[in-house]
């Protein structure tokens, strides 16, 4: 069962003048440290990070707090799967949300889509409870 959705578009040029304006202030705020790996080993550096702030608020919208109550920026990762796919890591008070949607009985999975198109990037994410037990 679906617990929780969320989307969000972002304009890469706003991450870039954060970027630009706050630097690694803005980047250890937001980003965590293998994010920010990520981010950096790649050519189109900005648009890996674009990707990744839309995907923190995705995922505060299908938690349903936004960021907000205790909710913080490095509660959610982006990581990926062996095979390239995305996913998010959930830690702290993010963890402690989506363990309160998730119904006795059931485990939840994040599923991840990212997608950019400069200027744009654009993320969706699917909260899904599975029946199960948590190992």
């Not at 050519?43 to 109550?69: M, N, P, S, V, W």
């Amino acid at each position: 069962m679906i617990i929780g959705i969320g989307t969000d578009i972002i304009d890469i040029r706003r991450i870039q003048r954060s970027i630009d304006r706050f630097g690694d202030r803005f980047k250890t705020r937001v980003f965590t440290p293998g994010e920010r790996a990520k981010a950096e080993s790649r050519r189109r550096e900005t648009d890996t990070y674009a990707k990744r702030f839309a995907a923190k608020e995705a995922t505060a919208k299908a938690l349903g707090t936004g960021i907000y109550r205790g909710v913080i920026w490095r509660d959610m990762e982006v990581i990926n799967l062996p095979g390239g796919k995305p996913t998010m890591k959930l830690t702290g008070k993010a963890l402690d949300r989506m363990n309160a949607l998730t119904p006795a009985g059931h485990v939840p999975v994040v599923h991840v889509t990212l997608t950019d198109d400069h200027p744009w990037a654009q993320a969706f994410v699917v909260i899904e409870a599975r029946p199960g037990e948590a190992v």
